[in-house]
């Protein structure tokens, strides 16, 4: 898979915001959809939090909507997830993916092997 350039994230606090971004080469296009997944507690599973898909419309998991945001940076292939209102629960490794289409549910270990563009993640931390 191609690796992307991922960064932001960080450490806030309960109600802070945070953003992270990822460029791909070559995504999105018109085969793919580009989002987040997101990895608690070194769990086995990555979960789906925000994409948008080929024809742009954007999806996020119930329990970010509302406060989740996925926008598009100045350049083409470049993607922000802008996330407000932050909570303890959204501590987690964030992972940049691209494929057509994203499922909502992945074993982490081997997303790299299923997406065509999978990042190396970036860490969020939310402290009360």
């Known amino acids: 898979s191609v690796l992307p350039v991922e960064s932001g994230g960080g450490s806030v606090q309960a109600g802070g915001s945070l953003t992270v971004s990822c460029t791909a080469s070559g995504f999105p296009n018109e085969h793919s959809d580009m989002g987040w997944y997101r990895r608690e507690n070194l769990g086995s599973w990555c979960d789906l939090v925000a994409s948008v898909s080929k024809y742009g419309s954007a999806y996020y998991a119930p329990s970010v909507k509302g406060r989740f945001a996925i926008y598009r940076g100045g350049v083409l292939s470049e993607r922000h997830l802008q996330m407000n209102s932050l909570q303890p629960e959204d501590t987690a490794v964030y992972y940049c993916?691209?494929?057509?289409?994203?499922?909502?549910?992945?074993?982490?270990?081997?997303?790299?092997?299923?997406?065509?563009?999978w990042g190396r993640g970036t860490q969020v931390t939310v402290s009360s």
């Open positions: 993916a691209a494929d057509g289409p994203l499922s909502p549910r992945v074993l982490c270990d081997i997303a790299s092997s299923r997406y065509s563009v």
